[in-house]
């Protein structure tokens, strides 16, 4: 007799559990949809601009940075020797000594490497030019005075020649 | 021919405002030159060397073969200063040291008179020297070889090598940018 009205209850149930089943569903999709359109509206990214160049919420962060407990935290940290267990897993990976190939190897560094050469070669270059056009007009100075005539004045002799840009 | 001028001294800038370079720098522009003809022919005889080095020749042979390699270096040492002053009027050494040789009108050198001015280099280098030190008393700073061949050595300030660089680079980017969009323009 029991079992009969076990079976009656079930069955008349049945239909309101698919109906909260899809209750359920509609809800979910509902938030998602909501959530969606929350992150992707400006009134957000307005919200999240506002509050961060409010001057309370900076007035706030400051004074939490220069707290005893923001301190206390940071030492706890460093001292933990977290950063430590960090390092040494980063220098014996392999994949951070790839990186470090990748990088050198990479057209930019090699360029800026090169670079730094060149300018390098110029700086020395530019000097020894300096210096040789002054050694230039020493020379003849002392020439000129050896055979003791004047010093030459320029004259025109070469008509064709003519200043331009470069 | 249009000339760029470099900060020249007063003596030896004429009233158009062209400056003619100094003995010093010349002789160090030569100097690299050397340098440069030297290696490259120093490369280029090891090379020979060690192929020779493999056939057992007669020394008879290898005399020949000594003398070619001298007629060649002679060559090249030619061909060198020539090519280059009739080219673009400047050797790698005279770029480095931003001086320029031109015929006594500002044009660029002819094959003719480059080989000219070659020659006269040795007849002013064989007395000493002294052809060259002509060159300090004379007001367009002219040596011997100058004056046989009729040319004048001017000075020609050009870009940096670093700026060089970086103008060659972005040359090149901007031309594999342009032909990317070509590509893009017409996909085969």
Same mark, same amino acid.
């Given at each position: /007799?029991?079992?009969?009205?076990? &079976?009656?209850?079930?069955?008349?149930? %049945?239909?309101?559990?698919?109906?909260?089943?899809?209750?359920?569903?509609?809800?979910?999709?509902?938030? &998602?949809?909501?959530?969606?359109?929350?992150?992707?509206?400006?009134?957000?990214?307005?919200?999240? +601009?506002?509050?961060?160049?409010? =001057? *309370?919420?900076?007035? @706030? +962060?400051?004074?939490?940075?220069?707290?005893?407990?923001?301190?206390?935290?940071?030492?706890?940290?460093?001292?933990?020797?977290?950063?430590?267990? #960090?390092?040494?897993?980063?220098?014996?990976?392999?994949?951070?000594?790839?990186?470090?190939?990748?990088?050198?190897?990479?057209?930019?560094?090699?360029?800026?490497?090169?670079?730094?050469?060149?300018?390098?070669?110029?700086?020395?270059?530019?000097?020894?030019?300096? *210096?040789?056009?002054? @050694?230039?007009?020493?020379?003849?100075?002392?020439?000129?005075?050896?055979?003791?005539?004047?010093?030459?004045?320029?004259?025109?002799?070469?008509?064709?020649?003519? =200043?331009?840009?470069? | /021919?249009?000339?760029?001028?470099?900060?020249?001294?007063?003596?030896? %800038?004429?009233?158009?405002?062209?400056?003619?370079?100094?003995?010093?720098?010349?002789?160090?522009?030569?100097? #690299?030159?050397?340098?440069?003809?030297?290696?490259?022919?120093?490369?280029?005889?090891?090379?020979?060397?060690?192929?020779?080095?493999?056939?057992?020749?007669?020394?008879?042979?290898?005399?020949?073969?000594?003398?070619? $390699? +001298? @007629?060649?270096?002679? +060559?090249?040492?030619?061909?060198?200063?020539?090519?280059?002053?009739? @080219?673009?009027?400047?050797? =790698?050494?005279? *770029?480095? /040291?931003?001086?320029?040789?031109?015929?006594?009108?500002?044009?660029?050198? %002819?094959?003719?008179?480059?080989?000219?001015?070659?020659?006269?280099?040795?007849?002013?280098?064989?007395?000493?020297?002294?052809?060259?030190?002509?060159?300090?008393?004379?007001?367009?700073?002219?040596?011997?070889?100058? %004056?046989?061949?009729?040319?004048?050595?001017?000075?020609? =300030? $050009?870009?940096?090598?670093?700026?060089?660089?970086? *103008?060659?680079?972005?040359?090149?980017?901007?031309?594999?940018?342009?032909?990317?969009?070509?590509?893009?323009?017409?996909?085969?």
């Amino acid at each position: /007799m029991s079992a009969l009205g076990t &079976r009656v209850v079930v069955a008349s149930l %049945r239909p309101l559990g698919g109906v909260a089943g899809a209750a359920v569903d509609a809800a979910v999709t509902v938030e &998602r949809y909501a959530t969606a359109r929350v992150l992707d509206s400006p009134e957000l990214e307005r919200i999240l +601009v506002s509050a961060v160049e409010s =001057p *309370r919420v900076q007035a @706030a +962060v400051k004074r939490a940075l220069v707290s005893d407990g923001v301190r206390d935290i940071v030492t706890a940290v460093f001292e933990s020797g977290l950063f430590d267990l #960090i390092a040494e897993r980063l220098l014996a990976s392999e994949a951070l000594w790839h990186l470090v190939d990748e990088i050198a190897a990479s057209p930019a560094v090699t360029a800026a490497i090169t670079q730094q050469g060149l300018g390098f070669a110029d700086q020395v270059g530019e000097e020894v030019r300096t *210096r040789s056009r002054s @050694a230039d007009d020493w020379l003849e100075r002392a020439a000129w005075r050896l055979v003791h005539r004047r010093t030459p004045t320029p004259r025109r002799g070469t008509e064709g020649l003519r =200043p331009g840009p470069p | /021919m249009e000339l760029t001028t470099a900060a020249p001294t007063a003596r030896t %800038r004429d009233p158009s405002g062209v400056a003619y370079t100094g003995l010093l720098t010349r002789g160090i522009a030569f100097a #690299i030159d050397a340098a440069l003809i030297n290696l490259v022919a120093l490369v280029v005889t090891a090379g020979a060397t060690l192929i020779v080095s493999l056939f057992h020749l007669p020394s008879n042979i290898r005399a020949v073969i000594a003398a070619v $390699g +001298v @007629a060649a270096y002679v +060559v090249w040492v030619i061909g060198y200063f020539v090519g280059f002053w009739s @080219a673009t009027g400047q050797t =790698p050494g005279n *770029r480095v /040291m931003q001086f320029r040789v031109l015929t006594s009108n500002g044009e660029r050198l %002819r094959p003719r008179r480059a080989l000219l001015r070659c020659g006269a280099l040795v007849i002013a280098a064989l007395p000493l020297f002294a052809g060259f030190l002509l060159t300090l008393f004379d007001r367009q700073r002219r040596g011997l070889q100058d %004056r046989l061949a009729r040319t004048v050595v001017v000075e020609a =300030p $050009g870009l940096s090598l670093a700026e060089a660089s970086r *103008r060659r680079r972005r040359t090149s980017a901007r031309r594999a940018i342009g032909s990317e969009h070509a590509g893009a323009d017409h996909p085969a």
